[in-house]
């Protein structure tokens, strides 16, 4: 049993967070594939860019001093659908040790109630086609599975 996702801080990154981010987000099957976390440049300067755009929040989840999940929400103002204002939460991870105990709901409904609070209109969200707990998980969450995703590497 996972300890409580109540005793969790959540704030925003900062730049000494980014080891332990890129931690989470290689500690699953896809991201082992994806990420490289000994190589930490890229990521800095991801970081360095994110934390510079203002519709841009990258928020981890703290305990004892250790990063146990992250997320990025970012604002996307628009024109389709009358004007509406969008946000996409992507790279949620919560680590193995903390998943089951609420922490990943807490996170998306910080997400949610931020994207509320910047005035967004519509929080959208992909997963990988092979995360079938994670799509249960956004549906409990009152997300809807409405959309097809395409990705096209370049």
Same mark, same amino acid.
Request: glycine share 10%.
């Given at each position: 049993?996972?300890?409580?996702?109540?005793?969790?801080?959540l704030?925003?990154?900062?730049? @000494?967070?980014?080891?332990?981010?890129?931690?989470?987000?290689a500690?699953?099957?896809?991201?082992a594939?994806? @990420?490289?976390?000994?190589?930490l440049?890229?990521?800095?300067?991801?970081?360095?860019?994110?934390?510079?755009?203002?519709?841009?929040?990258?928020?981890?989840?703290?305990?004892?001093?250790?990063?146990?999940?992250?997320?990025?929400?970012?604002?996307?103002?628009?024109l389709?659908?009358?004007?509406?204002?969008r946000?996409i939460? @992507?790279?949620?991870?919560?680590?193995?040790?903390e998943?089951?105990?609420?922490?990943?709901?807490?996170?998306?409904?910080?997400?949610?109630?931020?994207?509320?609070?910047?005035?967004?209109?519509l929080?959208q969200?992909?997963?990988?086609?092979?995360?079938?707990?994670?799509?249960r998980?956004? @549906?409990?969450?009152?997300?809807?599975?409405?959309?097809?995703?395409?990705?096209?590497?370049?």
């Open positions: 049993m996972s300890p409580s996702a109540e005793a969790v801080t704030r925003p990154a900062r730049a @000494e967070d980014v080891e332990g981010i890129v931690a989470l987000l500690d699953d099957v896809l991201g594939q994806r @990420e490289t976390p000994d190589d440049a890229p990521y800095r300067e991801a970081f360095a860019r994110l934390e510079t755009d203002p519709n841009q929040t990258l928020l981890v989840a703290e305990r004892d001093g250790r990063l146990v999940g992250c997320l990025q929400l970012t604002v996307i103002p628009g389709a659908r009358r004007g509406t204002t946000s939460i @992507e790279a949620v991870r919560v680590s193995s040790d998943r089951g105990g609420g922490l990943g709901s807490r996170m998306i409904t910080w997400a949610v109630e931020e994207s509320r609070r910047l005035g967004v209109d929080v969200l992909t997963s990988d086609r092979s995360r079938t707990d994670a799509h998980f956004y @549906e409990r969450l009152g997300f809807v599975p409405s959309h097809v995703g395409f990705k096209r590497a370049l």
